[in-house]
């Protein structure tokens, strides 16, 4: 059984940052892509970052390119997601998920487990 775990969302003002974290469990993950993605208020989910578990190969949304960066502890089965300069419109509900296969995926669809997601409020 996959799990996937997040933590570190919370408060945050605008410029500032923060760090979430993916805890996973239940399978070896180097076939993995995991994932990361969004959903504001009344949006539908949105990819933000992806990163392949083998090779660490990574790929990011346009919208965070440059400011938020992913990358995977394979010791702690852990992947992060490493935010700053965040803006008001990073609001949202962050989710950790994971896609078997080396193929980087884009599409909500094509991921196979989810986390229950962690909030991230950016206050202007």
């Known amino acids: 059984q996959v799990q996937l775990v997040e933590s570190g969302g919370g408060l945050v003002q605008a410029g500032g940052s923060l760090r979430l974290s993916c805890a996973a469990s239940?399978?070896?993950?180097?076939?993995?892509?995991m994932g990361w993605f969004r959903q504001a208020p009344g949006k539908e989910r949105e990819f933000v970052a992806a990163?392949?578990?083998?090779?660490?190969?990574?790929y990011y949304a346009d919208s965070v390119k440059g400011r938020f960066t992913i990358s995977r502890d394979t010791a702690k089965n852990t992947v992060y997601l490493q935010m700053n300069s965040l803006k008001p419109e990073d609001t949202a509900v962050y989710y950790c998920?994971?896609?078997?296969?080396?193929?980087?995926?884009?599409?909500?669809?094509?991921?196979?487990?989810w986390g229950q997601g962690t909030q991230v409020t950016v206050s202007s």
């Open positions: 998920a994971a896609d078997w296969g080396q193929a980087i995926g884009l599409k909500e669809n094509e991921y196979d487990y």
């Open positions: 990163i392949r578990w083998s090779g660490g190969r990574t």
């Open positions: 239940g399978r070896t993950f180097s076939s993995y892509v």
